[in-house]
């Protein structure tokens, strides 16, 4: 995922609410969201290239999901695919926390991610960059390609919207895959500085990214509580891919 925003236990029904986008090279290979005959409790899309997923819910309430973390100057074309962080994760029994450390513990040569992971009552954060672990409070929150609530200005109105979206009582996934469509570009002033030439600055500036390319593949929408949880996947018409949505409750 290149956006992921969600707020955690502040809403007064619902404990995890979500909205994201999936940002990718319209040519790499991917299924979207689906039950995994190898794993029948896991839910999520999957990278065909390399096997991994960027977002996945598991039926007993596991949640993973990931972005990369932009740094060009320090990106290893041979490093280990970083999909496989959330896909272990959801198909292991482990404890958030414990899971996090030992991933931290390992020391596998990963380019920069940050990666989220909960189960029924807890969310945990980590990033590679500072190698913090963080069990998250009750907030809103907004991740890209920095680390968490790093204010860029998609990440800024994307929270603001999605507070609004959390006064209502009931929530649809609808609202919230409505949200990550916009495609208003950031001024020039607000862009971060990432090390990639300002016209890329400019595109990836936008919730919803296109480019020739390479933009915004997916947009996910989950909704969940102590008992139930509502995902939903849009797929966008890219390069053959056709548009399509998939709606799963557990």
């Given at each position: 995922m290149c956006l992921i925003l969600f707020a955690w236990k502040k809403h007064?029904?619902?404990?995890?609410?979500?909205?994201?986008?999936?940002?990718e090279f319209y040519n790499r290979p991917t299924q979207p969201a689906q039950v995994w005959p190898a794993h029948p409790s896991l839910i999520a899309g999957k990278d065909l290239t390399a096997g991994g997923t960027w977002m996945g819910i598991t039926q007993s309430g596991r949640f993973a999901a990931l972005t990369n973390y932009r740094d060009p100057k320090h990106i290893n074309p041979q490093a280990p695919s970083r999909g496989?962080?959330?896909?272990?994760?959801?198909?292991?029994?482990?404890?958030p926390e414990e899971y996090l450390h030992k991933i931290k513990s390992s020391n596998i040569p990963y380019n920069g991610f940050n990666l989220l992971v909960g189960d029924q009552d807890n969310l945990w954060y980590y990033n590679n960059i500072n190698h913090e672990i963080?069990?998250?409070?009750?907030?809103?929150?907004?991740?890209?390609n920095a680390l968490?609530?790093?204010p860029w200005p998609k990440v800024k109105v994307g929270k603001e919207r999605l507070g609004h979206i959390l006064s209502n009582e009931?929530?649809?996934?609808?609202?919230l895959l409505t949200l990550v469509q916009d495609q208003t570009i950031?001024?020039?002033?607000?862009?971060?500085?990432?090390?990639?030439?300002?016209?890329?600055?400019?595109?990836l500036s936008a919730m919803y990214i296109?480019?020739?390319?390479?933009?915004?593949?997916?947009?996910?929408?989950?909704?969940?509580?102590?008992?139930?949880?509502?995902?939903?996947?849009?797929?966008?018409?890219h390069l053959g891919q056709k548009e399509d949505q998939v709606d799963f409750i557990l």
């Open positions: 007064p029904k619902y404990n995890l609410v979500l909205s994201a986008n999936r940002d496989s962080l959330t896909k272990d994760f959801l198909i292991t029994n482990s404890e963080i069990s998250l409070p009750s907030g809103i929150y907004g991740l890209s968490l609530n790093e009931n929530l649809s996934t609808k609202d950031a001024p020039d002033h607000l862009l971060p500085q990432t090390g990639i030439p300002i016209e890329w600055e400019r595109a296109t480019t020739p390319d390479y933009g915004t593949r997916c947009s996910t929408a989950l909704i969940k509580d102590k008992t139930q949880t509502h995902f939903s996947e849009h797929s966008h018409a």
